[in-house]
């Protein structure tokens, strides 16, 4: 069997490479391009190693955890233990799931167990497995599991992110208490012109039992002109007419559009154990849904959590 070691050396070069890289984008460091580059040329010269039976001695354990600490060594340098300790598990778990990714997606391509049987050596009564793995077929799958394994990344950062953003929030209005979940949005700058008030948004399925439901269904339908005929007309609505307003905006579009709104009696948002109570402010609805999972079913005003009343004890 021919091994090529200029094939082997540039094949480890890249896959090092992109350990090193992803290493450094989890823990939020950003390698210098030659330091990259001389501490992935020592992981493929290290795998070499391999190459030549007299060199045995080099895949000692300690041999290979030395030349990992070498390897992030030189990439990122050395600030303090803990940081470090944090960069080295952060290699081994990418390499592991590179691996781990590698072999699931080798088994799964498999069209019949005969093949699987045939990666499976029994030795002594020991088990080893064989891979036939061209360089190609490397490359792409690493790419693959790499891809995934970074949209998760993403996904778990961008959760943890809104996790940070997430309230409880305490609706009185008419002598009932509402309780949904809120996501703080310093984006929202939506007032009522006229008396500058906040509007929170809210679904409306949270209030959908206290309104005439031929109301709701022109609100889930986005009917502004049947909603605004609606609340003139229908009788069980003048109970809320000292509390209804129209609150104009500009959509997405830019174009002006309005939403119906209403006075609560009072809007209690608990933040990070802080607790803001509110009476100035209005309750916007809308008639889809806000957020794709559920996590939260209001959108609610920064300024709603600048004055605290009290903590969570």
Not at 157 to 186: F, N, P, S, Y
């Amino acid at each position: 069997m021919a091994v090529y070691a200029d094939v082997v050396f540039l094949r480890e070069l890249l896959f090092d490479g992109v350990i090193l890289l992803l290493t450094g984008w989890v823990r939020g460091m950003r390698p210098k391009p030659w330091k990259l580059l001389l501490a992935a040329a020592i992981g493929a010269s290290y795998t070499i190693a391999m190459l030549f039976p007299s060199l045995a001695v080099m895949y000692h354990f300690f041999i290979k955890l030395f030349v990992s600490c070498l390897m992030l060594y030189i990439c990122y340098g050395y600030y303090s233990l803990q940081t470090y300790m944090r960069d080295l598990i952060s290699f081994y778990m990418i390499s592991f799931v590179l691996a781990g990714g590698l072999m699931g997606i080798y088994y799964m391509l498999m069209s019949s167990s005969s093949k699987v049987w045939a990666t499976i050596i029994f030795i002594g009564g020991d088990v080893t497995t064989k891979w036939q793995m061209g360089t190609f077929y490397i490359i792409v799958c690493s790419l693959l599991v790499i891809y995934l394994w970074s949209h998760f990344i993403r996904s778990k950062r961008k959760q943890q992110l809104m996790q940070q953003h997430l309230a409880k929030v305490e609706l009185q209005l008419a002598g009932q208490v509402i309780h949904c979940q809120g996501l703080v949005d310093t984006g929202n700058q939506l007032y009522d012109p006229l008396t500058k008030t906040p509007v929170m948004i809210i679904e409306i399925s949270e209030l959908a039992h206290m309104l005439p439901p031929k109301l709701v269904e022109a609100l889930r339908q986005k009917d502004m002109n049947q909603v605004l005929k609606l609340i003139t007309e229908l009788p069980e609505m003048e109970r809320w007419q000292e509390r209804v307003r129209i609150v104009p905006y500009r959509g997405v579009n830019r174009n002006s559009q309005f939403m119906l709104a209403l006075k609560p009696d009072l809007v209690k948002v608990t933040h990070q154990d802080v607790v803001y109570d509110t009476v100035k402010v209005l309750l916007g609805f809308d008639g889809g849904q806000l957020s794709a999972d559920g996590s939260y079913q209001a959108i609610v005003h920064p300024s709603l959590i600048v004055h605290p009343t009290s903590t969570v004890s």
